[in-house]
């Protein structure tokens, strides 16, 4: 089969938002190239995962590439997708350059055109991501491995987004918690809360394709084989009462589910977001507040920041 790749330019905020209007648009997959994650490749105190000299890699911003079946005619559909990118400055997002082009590939270059980017990368001071078809050895005690396949729609799961969340789960997880994940994505914070100790885990997302990669990164880690995931509106419909809950989404997103994140959760428990560009942090926190929590930690990573919010109980 033939295949036609769309590749989109643009800002490293918007890369999330870009991914999902080139799959709406019917992309089969995407790849994701973000500057960020070769900027995570560098030496820090985690010690060097792989020499960037090696690898070719963008310096800035960030390239989405799509895939196209050859029964979608993307010429067509190119102004809707440049045009729906450049509305995202209404939603405080840059997508700058929005360069858009595009190219013929065959069935074999789509299927292997991103593994040559992605790598072992360490995330935090625990946990390493690890390319499904790599082999890795544990490198230190107490290292936790989380296998993830790329190459669907959701990208390295580097994003500084994602290392806020996980970062988060480590300071809060003590095991045998019951977590709920939100907008699962690549279901990568899900696998890593079991990985670090959670019992239940309940894992959602509105988009279907979302759903099946999360499952299939799932399958990839035996920890993981009694995750819940599904799909569902933010938590419009459940009913459970969780220690954590955790969401790596957009600030718009953020807001509406922030009453039912108060409803879902137990008294004395945490709930963890990020996804927050600078302009949106105060508005998300502001949010947060009102409903009843208490900051108990902010992070950040260049533009973006976490937040840890705790349910005082009773006795608080």
């Known amino acids: 089969m033939k295949w036609t790749e769309v590749t989109v330019s643009t800002s490293n905020e918007a890369v999330e938002a870009v991914s999902n209007i080139l799959m709406e648009a019917g992309a089969s997959g995407v790849k994701i190239d973000d500057a960020l994650d070769y900027q995570n490749l560098k030496p820090d105190r985690y010690g060097e995962i792989i020499d960037l000299d090696t690898i070719p890699h963008i310096t800035s911003g960030a390239q989405i590439s799509a895939y196209y079946p050859e029964t979608v005619f993307v010429p067509e559909i190119l102004p809707t997708i440049k045009q729906r990118v450049s509305q995202l400055t209404e939603f405080g997002l840059d997508p700058q350059p929005n360069d858009v082009s595009m190219a013929d590939l065959s069935d074999e270059d789509w299927a292997t055109a991103w593994k040559k980017y992605y790598h072992p990368v360490r995330v935090t001071r625990y946990l390493t991501i690890v390319p499904s078809w790599e082999d890795y050895q544990v490198q230190q005690p107490g290292e936790l491995v989380l296998r993830l396949d790329p190459g669907r729609a959701f990208g390295t799961g580097t994003h500084p987004t994602t290392k806020l969340c996980l970062q988060a789960l480590e300071t809060v997880i003590n095991g045998g918690e019951h977590l709920i ?31 099946a990669s999360a499952q299939t990164n799932l399958d990839l880690n035996p920890v993981a084989k009694d995750i819940h995931v599904a799909a569902n509106d933010l938590l419009v419909g459940i009913d459970t009462q969780a220690d954590i809950i955790v969401a790596n989404i957009l600030a718009e997103i953020i807001i509406p589910l922030v009453p039912q994140a108060r409803q879902n959760l137990k008294r004395g428990g945490y709930f963890i977001t990020s996804g927050i560009i600078d302009d949106k942090f105060q508005l998300v926190l ?27 109980t009773d006795e608080d």
């Open 286 to 312: 502001d949010t947060i507040k009102q409903a009843g929590f208490q900051i108990t930690q902010h992070t950040q990573m260049g533009d973006w920041h976490g937040i840890i919010a705790y349910l005082p």
């Open 181 to 211: 994940d939100v907008g699962t994505g690549s279901g990568i914070l899900s696998i890593a809360a079991k990985a670090m100790g959670v019992g239940d885990v309940e894992a959602y997302d509105l988009d279907d394709i979302a759903v």
